[in-house]
């Protein structure tokens, strides 16, 4: 496995402030991932963090509101933009590949409440 | 396109209980299964996985089944405990190339009282 952390693990903001938050992986890793829990609910995929290009959005997420850097094997941030009380979610980070295989593995998560 | 179907929550069960949380997929080729848990306050962990049928993942006293013929990889542990109290995720990931999303399930929520 890998040990992968997160910072902050937790913030409240104001609206229409901006947040950065940082993924920081033990090994390099080929693929990074940021993931939106909303209150209850299951994972939704927000983007794939390409070390060296930008990054794939899915549907329904874009590069303006969640701007996304990987500038190594080892570290992304992702930025929730413009923030509405909407925005307010935990924020996963993840990992892949490497000495990590095929296996998707978790960071503690960022919990997010904006206000 | 994939899908994952999970048992509707929450299950509330005594200490020493039997616990199943059902799982079924919808995939095309041969995808890898997963069960991932989320103890209150904290990420993902992942609790086990199978990457071809007939594979049984097991850890922590849990266990899993790939059964390509039925779809299923259904959670099991024979004795829980308060400590197994969390929100638990079955996920399925095509195998090869750049199939490397994760589809999840809506999660179960479990509660193990004393």
């Known amino acids: 496995s890998a040990v992968i952390s997160q910072k902050p693990s937790r913030d409240i903001c104001q609206r229409g402030t901006s947040l950065t938050i940082q993924c920081q992986v033990d090994s390099q890793v080929t693929m990074m991932f940021w993931y939106r829990q909303q209150p209850g609910q299951s994972l939704t995929l927000i983007a794939t963090a390409n070390q060296g290009s930008e990054a794939t959005y899915e549907s329904g997420f874009v590069i303006d509101k969640f701007p996304i850097s990987r500038p190594n094997l080892t570290f992304s941030t992702l930025t929730v933009s413009n923030m509405s009380p909407e925005d307010s979610s935990i924020y996963l980070c993840s990992a892949q590949g490497g000495l990590l295989q095929e296996t998707q593995y978790f960071g503690p998560g960022t919990r997010l409440l904006v206000l | 396109g994939n899908s994952v179907t999970q048992m509707e929550g929450p299950v509330t069960l005594s200490e020493e209980a039997f616990l199943t949380i059902n799982c079924t997929y919808t995939?095309?080729?041969?995808?890898?299964l997963f069960w991932y848990v989320q103890y209150p306050g904290e990420g993902l962990q992942l609790l086990l996985k199978?990457?071809?049928?007939?594979d049984k993942g097991s850890n922590k006293g849990f266990e899993a089944t790939y059964r390509k013929e039925t779809t299923s990889f259904h959670l099991e542990k024979g004795s829980v405990q308060v400590s197994d109290s969390a929100v638990y995720f079955c996920?399925?990931?095509?195998?090869?190339?750049?199939?490397?999303?994760?589809?999840f399930g809506k999660g179960t929520l479990l509660t193990v009282n004393p």
């Open positions: 199978a990457t071809k049928a007939d």
């Open positions: 996920a399925l990931k095509r195998s090869g190339g750049s199939n490397y999303k994760l589809t």
């Open positions: 995939a095309t080729g041969y995808p890898s």
